[in-house]
């Protein structure tokens, strides 16, 4: 089965940027949709954004759109997520998830789950 790992989560000021990795092993992501999910203490786990296997499609939450950017690199078994103009809302852990059926923004329709890193931004 496909294991996922991120990293690149800390403690970043307002107005900061941070970028995101999360490393596939056991598969390759080829063919998986990729998703990016977030979840600050005491709420539910919110949908960030998603990337289609090839790159070509891609959505975000309205709350990040324009301040983060999904990307992958099937060859190096990672995708990543560039994080710029940070806010203290921000502040949550953050999970990367595969989805071999397509993209989506529901927590359901993925089959795989990091273990989740930590973003703290402060003002």
């Known amino acids: 089965q496909v294991q996922l790992v991120e990293s690149g989560g800390g403690l970043m000021q307002a107005g900061g940027s941070l970028r995101l990795s999360c490393a596939a092993s056991g598969r390759t992501l080829s063919r998986y949709a990729m998703g990016w999910f977030r979840q600050a203490p005491g709420k539910e786990r919110e949908f960030v954004s998603t990337?289609?296997?090839?790159?070509?499609?891609?959505y975000y939450a309205d709350s990040v759109k324009g301040r983060f950017t999904i990307s992958r690199d099937n060859a190096k078994n990672t995708v990543y997520l560039q994080m710029n103009s940070l806010k203290p809302e921000d502040t949550a852990v953050y999970y990367c998830a595969g989805n071999p059926r397509g993209p989506s923004s529901q927590v359901a329709a993925y089959d795989y789950w990091g273990q989740g890193t930590e973003v703290t931004v402060s003002s």
């Open positions: 990337i289609s296997w090839s790159g070509g499609g891609i």
